[in-house]
């Protein structure tokens, strides 16, 4: 599970650092109202914060696991 939630972040990353170069992505085009590069950036900045409250909870869950078995 933590390794999927790394690739997504790697993903997200990625996704953030080529939206400039990224041609469907920068266009003078609107999506839902907004400029595309604006929606893509918003989606994948709101992705982030659901990813890693999962790598934070699976932490304090093998924290709390490891903290058992002493």
Avoid: H, K
Wanted: one cysteine or more.
């Amino acid at each position: 599970m933590t390794l999927a939630c790394y690739v997504v972040l790697g993903l997200i990353t990625v996704g953030l650092l080529t939206a400039p170069l990224l041609g469907f992505v920068n266009r003078p085009q609107l999506w839902f109202g907004l400029p595309s590069i604006m929606v893509w950036m918003g989606v994948l900045v709101l992705l982030i914060t659901p990813t890693l409250a999962v790598l934070e909870l699976g932490r304090s869950r093998q924290e709390r696991g490891a903290g058992e078995d002493r």
